[in-house]
Every structure is written in structure tokens, then in C-alpha cells.
């Protein structure tokens, strides 16, 4: 089964240890890997800033590169939601390209929901020991149904316990360029999403976005609670290896 | 009602710092979104969700056919349909209709039409006294005509001591401690108006095409006194409130109170049909409908006509982490939430709201619980395309974007840019694991610190791995 890895901008330039970390999962369940090097953005953020022509340029982009491949994952649930839900309706109707998204979409997921569902990973190498919350980040959540696969894929290691927050499906408030765009309002719900994780009283929260992480562990940071971690559930499912 | 959605970000930015007002939002959050919960249980709910989405797609296939549908049956059963396009011709004809029946005090009960209208100020410069009757609008119209800050729950904004402290200095009464001594309060001061009121003025949740009814929801009954007691009775709806069959009602009043508040049924349910009739023993002896378009034409066909199925429930809002955060007051006009958010500028105009749009994190929790399915964050970015097509956008936003995008498709500059990047973020951070104040971001660093990136980017790493297997 070839699988080519949408590493995502975000984690080329900001965490580099979720790619690999989602490249030695994927192998690990039996997946030959292709990391197409020419890959940069999904063009979500231009899709949701209005911007049609440059998010349907750098989605004609993806569908080129990732057109050879049995599946397309990427390590956050926004990004594949983009090119699962949001590249046929960029390009719906327009022949051609609305069959090639519609084809790459059906074939693009999410990395957790895959192993589950698609790759059926037996062993979970990581070795994490402590008590995890796990944030339910929008887009996987909403756009692609991706509640249990994370749980399921945690509970296979024994060293975790999950601790559930209340409301983790409610949005942390990162939405992308809303962060900045309204930086009070994103910063305050951030804030209710970190009382709730530390309510739980866990060594780190794990989620599977890596902007909701940014987000979260900045806003963590700045409230001055340097003890609770911020990872990606790809760091803790492949280990520190990864 | 004036629009002063332009100044969103200002008034949002006040909210988030008003601490009376996050603790309110909270406690009414609970109380809506548990409610919905519970209440959507002892049903199919999404199997009466698609039911009512249907209904309403169904509707607005043909909508001039139903309006007539309706019109010809209301005037059938005695009642007058009057058509106004705008706001400036509701209160024309309601003015009108208020002279020809020599109205000195109107009593109202909610309408948000005639919030849309700013029907109140048009009847006092007519003469006509007009009261409100619901709880909420009444006691932001004795304080100074406020705006409300939520569709089902005007006052929602404001705690119990607030309102005890405003009955006080107007009704002249010795303070109240409790809600229900202040609504005995209010029902009395209330009680004069209703008996001496010439004219009713109400909305309408539907119209039924093929009785020519209007259907009200309420928990307070004084919808059902503001329809029958006084001799004139005028309903203002929007035009796409008409449904076609009594049937279709019973869909949608499953959906209805379930969606706005939870309950399986509103306190007070009414189905008026037409003026009284020979032999009966209340209702008007004049019924007027006044249906209004108000830019609402103009999106049947169109890619915004989905907006057009919304009942008016408020579950969008009351599940709106912004909504939640922020209260209505910030939207500006008589809609709040992803809901206002999408028909402000439609109807008050793209320049006039730029904000809105782009107030919602797109986290669809919106779309997941409305009842008729209405794909809110896709109506909502389908408007933030309609900025960049109108160039409404700030130049600097368009210039960044055009940029990076510019960037994002020649992969060789890409790489080149984030190496650097990741190295001059990695720089910043003097070290540490964060950076504290980002010149590049000032509105992120302002209340959050930025995690520092590892300082080589994926694809440099992976490239070299690469090289070193080979
Ligand atoms: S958009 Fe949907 S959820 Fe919001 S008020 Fe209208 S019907 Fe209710």
C-alpha cells in the first residue's frame, strides 16, 4: 500500500518530530511511504481568507503531487479535512480536476483515523507513561468524524491514561488566521479550553492539530503553567524515536 | 435599527475584558446547550432535521407561489396582506394602518422585523405609543431603548440585580430580590396597557400557506393578549416565514423549541386564523399581515439561499464559541452569532459588516446543530469571498496573502523561506522553548507566547536522511 505523507506546512516549519513521527507509524503498519518533497500548504488558509484562485492553484498543486498514491495522510485532521471535503467543492463542476479531487479526497486521511481504520496498526511503539487528555481539534472532529480512533489507538498503550476534559469537542480558538485577526477573543478561549485541561490534573494534553497546539501551549505557557505538555498524538503513539 | 457592526472587533475585544458579563454568558451557555441536549433526546433528531430542512428547500423552490397561496387564503378568512420592501416600508404601513384606526398605543409582542425596521421610533414620531410586552424587550425598552443581545433571550446580557436596580428607579417600587416578584412587577405595569391598547403588533415564527395562518411560539402568553385583546391585530414576517401545509407546522414545531431552548414545547403555542368571527368570543375585529422582503428576494436562487431555511431558533449562537465569549452586543444589529454573522451583510450590507464573517473559527459546531441543516461556516466563507471579489479587504491582508500564496506554489523559494523562517523563529527565542514577543504576530504574542520551532525544518531533515541512507 503506497502512502504519500502531507507533512503540512505548519509542522515543515514549526515541528518537524510529528513528520517523522507519522512517517515511522506509518511504516510501522506496513505502509510503503512517499514523501513528495515539492509539497508546501494545502492552501487552507487562502480557501478560508476568501482567496478562491490561490487555494484552487495550491490544491491543483496537491493533486498533482499525491496523484500516484494509493492514500494520502496527513498528521491534522484540518488539513485532510481541506483536501477530503473542501478540494471537490473548490472544484465542483469544472470536469476534469472535480473528478481528480473527488478520487484524491475519497482517498485522503487523517493519520489516526487511517491506522485505525485503513492500516489496521497492530503494535503502538510509543512508550509515554502518565495521564493524557485528549482534545478533540474542529476539523477532525467535525469534518471527518475522527472521535475514537485517537482513544482507541491510546488505549493500546499501557504506560496511558486518559483523563477526558469537560467539553473537549468545544473549539480552542485557534481557527487559523482568526488567532490574529481577533487575538483577545482566540486568547480568552483558549483560556477555557486550559482550565479545562488542567481540571483534569494530566501530565500532558494530546491533540492532532498542530495549530491548536500552538495555540494551546502558548497560551498554557503564558498563564505560567510550565508542567502540563503539549503534544501531538503522533508523538506519543510513535515515541521519543519518532 | 442602526447598523454598527463596523465597530465588532472594538466592542468584542471590551466583552472579552467585562468579567459581570463572561460570568452571565457562561451560566446562560450551560443552561441553553444542556438544554438542547436533553431536549433532542425523546426524538429522530436528525431524521426531523432532514425532514425540516426539506420543508423549507421545498418553500423557497417556489416561494411567490406560497406567498400567494397564503395571501389568497388570509384574505379569504378576513384578513388584509400588505407587501413592503424595505424597512422604511413597514413603518409606513403600519403608521398608516395605526391612523386609519385612530391607534393612540400599540402593544407588541417580539418581532424582529420590527427591530429590522426600527418600527418603534417610527411610531412614536407618529403619535403612537408603542409598549412591548415580552419581558425581555420590555425592559430593554424602558432602559433607554437598548438593543437586545440575543433572538429568543433579548436580555440575556443582563443579570437579575441589573434588571432589579432598573424596575426600581422606573416602576418607582420598592426593590425586588426575587424573578418572580419582578415579573409579578412587570405583568402589573403591564396589565393598563393591554386593556387600553387599540392595536396589537406581533411577529410570526411561520405563516401556513394553505390556512392562511400565523403561528406563534412564546413562554410568557403575552403573544396570545397582544393578538386578541386589542381591535387591531398586524403580524410583520419576513417573506420567506411561510410554510405550506399544517403538517409541515407539526415538523417543524418538533424542531422549533427543542433546538432554541430545549423544551419539547413552548409554554404557549398559537395558530390565529383570521379576524373574529360571528360568534366568537375574542380575537381582532381587523387582522393585517405585513410581509416583508428587505433584501430577502434577492437570495432566493442565489448561493446564499440556504441562509433562507433558518427558523429563528438560536441554537447556532447559544453553541457559538465567539457567541459564547462575546455576547450579541459586538454583532451590531438585530441578529447575533454565526446566524447574524451571515445575514447582517446580506442584509445591511457586505461593507457595512466586515467583520462578521470573519468572527467564527469555522469550527462548524453551528452547522452540527441547526435544525435545518443550514452549512453556516460555508455561507460564511462564501461572504469572505465576496470581500476579496469587492476588494474590501484591507491591502496589507491581500498583499500578504498573494505572497505567501505566490511562495507556496514554487517549492524551491518555499523551502528557502521556511529554512530561514524556522532558523529566525528559533533565533527569537534566545534559547528558550518560546518566544515571548513576536514583532511579525503582536495580536498573537499580546496574550500568548509562541512555542519556538525546532529550528530546521521537515523537509531539510528529512532530505539529509535521505542522502545519508543513499
Ligand atoms: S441558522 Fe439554524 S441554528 Fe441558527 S437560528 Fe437559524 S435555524 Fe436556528
Known amino acids: 500500500m503506497r502512502v504519500g505523507l502531507f507533512v503540512t506546512c505548519l509542522v515543515d516549519l514549526m515541528r518537524p518530530r510529528i513528520g517523522f513521527a507519522a512517517l515511522r507509524l506509518l511504516e510501522q503498519a506496513g505502509c510503503e511511504v512517499v514523501v513528495p518533497l515539492s509539497q508546501t500548504c494545502c492552501g487552507q488558509p487562502a480557501y478560508n481568507s476568501g482567496d478562491r484562485s490561490a487555494a484552487r492553484a495550491l490544491a491543483e498543486k496537491v493533486l498533482r503531487e499525491f496523484e500516484g498514491v494509493d492514500y494520502l495522510v496527513a498528521p491534522s485532521g484540518s488539513c485532510a479535512g481541506m483536501i477530503r471535503t473542501h478540494y471537490p467543492a473548490l472544484f465542483a463542476g469544472d470536469g476534469e480536476l472535480a473528478a481528480r479531487a473527488a478520487s484524491l479526497g475519497a482517498r485522503t486521511y487523517e493519520l489516526t483515523d487511517f491506522l485505525v481504520n485503513v492500516a489496521h496498526l497492530e503494535h503502538v511503539p510509543g512508550d509515554f507513561r502518565g495521564t493524557v487528555t485528549y482534545h478533540d481539534s474542529c476539523s477532525g472532529l467535525r469534518e471527518l468524524g475522527v472521535k475514537d480512533q485517537p482513544r482507541q489507538l491510546l488505549a493500546r ?86 | 435599527m442602526e447598523v454598527r457592526s463596523m465597530h465588532f472587533k472594538a466592542r468584542a475585544g471590551a466583552a472579552v475584558r467585562d468579567a459581570r458579563l463572561q460570568a452571565k454568558l457562561a451560566s446562560a451557555k450551560g443552561l441553553f446547550v444542556e438544554g438542547r441536549r436533553r431536549g433532542i433526546q425523546d426524538i429522530d433528531f436528525e431524521a426531523t432535521r432532514r425532514a425540516g430542512e426539506a420543508i423549507r428547500n421545498r418553500v423557497l423552490q417556489d416561494l411567490d407561489l406560497w406567498l400567494e397561496r397564503f395571501e389568497q387564503e388570509a384574505t379569504k378568512r378576513g384578513a388584509t396582506v400588505l407587501w413592503a420592501r424595505d424597512g422604511a416600508e413597514v413603518c409606513r404601513l403600519v403608521v398608516d394602518i395605526a391612523r386609519r384606526h385612530g391607534v393612540k398605543k400599540a402593544i407588541k409582542s417580539k418581532s424582529m422585523l420590527s427591530e429590522e425596521a426600527g418600527l418603534n421610533q417610527a411610531l412614536e414620531a407618529a403619535g403612537v405609543q408603542p409598549v412591548e410586552t ?219 459588516a466586515l467583520d462578521l464573517p470573519h468572527a467564527a473559527t469555522l469550527c462548524n459546531q453551528c452547522g452540527v446543530v441547526c435544525p435545518v441543516r443550514i452549512p453556516l461556516p460555508e455561507l460564511l466563507r462564501k461572504l469572505r469571498e465576496k470581500q476579496v471579489e469587492r476588494g474590501l479587504r484591507p491591502w496589507q491582508e491581500r498583499l500578504a496573502l498573494k505572497l505567501w500564496a505566490w511562495t507556496a506554489q514554487r517549492p524551491a523559494l518555499y523551502a528557502l523561506a521556511a529554512r530561514l523562517g524556522a532558523r529566525y523563529l528559533k533565533w527569537l527565542a534566545h534559547g528558550q522553548d518560546r518566544i515571548r514577543v513576536l514583532g511579525l504576530a503582536p495580536a498573537w504574542t499580546a496574550s500568548r507566547d509562541l512555542p519556538a520551532p525546532e529550528g530546521k525544518t521537515f523537509r531539510e531533515l528529512y532530505g539529509a536522511r535521505q542522502d545519508g541512507g543513499r
Open chain 2, 134 to 352: 415580552d419581558l425581555g424587550e420590555y425592559i430593554l425598552q424602558i432602559n433607554g431603548n437598548e438593543p437586545p443581545s440575543h433572538i429568543i433571550a433579548p436580555v440575556i446580557h443582563k443579570t437579575k440585580e441589573e434588571v432589579a436596580e432598573l424596575f426600581e428607579r422606573v416602576h418607582h417600587r420598592p426593590r425586588k430580590r426575587e424573578i418572580s416578584e419582578m415579573t409579578r412587577e412587570a405583568r402589573e405595569m403591564l396589565r393598563s396597557h393591554f386593556l387600553t391598547a387599540d392595536m396589537g403588533i406581533s411577529g410570526a415564527n411561520f405563516l401556513v400557506a394553505e390556512t392562511g395562518s400565523v403561528a406563534l411560539v412564546t413562554n410568557e402568553g403575552n403573544g396570545r393578549m397582544v393578538t386578541t385583546l386589542p381591535r387591531v391585530h398586524v403580524a410583520i414576517a419576513g417573506i420567506e416565514k411561510v410554510i405550506p401545509t399544517l403538517e409541515d407546522l407539526a415538523t417543524l414545531m418538533r424542531l422549533l423549541p427543542r433546538s432554541a431552548t430545549g423544551q419539547a414545547i413552548s409554554n404557549y403555542f398559537s395558530l390565529l386564523t383570521g379576524t373574529r368571527a360571528a360568534g366568537e368570543g375574542d380575537g381582532p375585529e381587523h387582522m393585517y399581515y405585513v410581509l416583508v422582503d428587505n433584501g430577502r428576494a434577492n437570495l432566493v436562487g442565489g448561493e446564499f439561499q440556504d441562509m433562507l431555511r433558518c427558523i429563528r431558533c438560536g441554537a447556532c449562537m447559544n453553541h457559538c464559541p465567539v457567541y459564547q465569549t462575546v455576547g450579541g452586543h459586538p454583532y451590531g444589529w438585530v441578529y447575533f452569532g454565526p446566524m447574524g454573522s451571515v445575514l447582517t451583510p446580506l442584509y445591511a450590507g457586505l461593507e457595512n
Open chain 1, 157 to 242: 498503550m499501557p504506560g496511558v491514561r486518559l483523563e477526558e476534559m469537560p467539553a473537549a469537542e468545544e473549539c480552542c480558538g485557534f481557527g487559523g488566521t482568526f488567532a490574529v485577526k481577533f487575538g483577545d477573543v482566540s486568547a480568552r478561549l483558549a483560556e477555557k479550553k486550559c482550565a479545562h485541561i488542567q481540571a483534569t490534573g494530566a501530565d500532558a494534553v494530546v491533540l492532532g492539530d498542530l495549530g491548536c497546539m500552538l495555540h494551546i501551549e502558548g497560551r498554557l505557557r503564558r498563564m505560567g503553567d510550565d508542567k502540563t505538555r503539549v503534544l501531538h498524538i503522533a508523538e506519543v503513539l510513535a515515541g521519543e524515536a519518532g
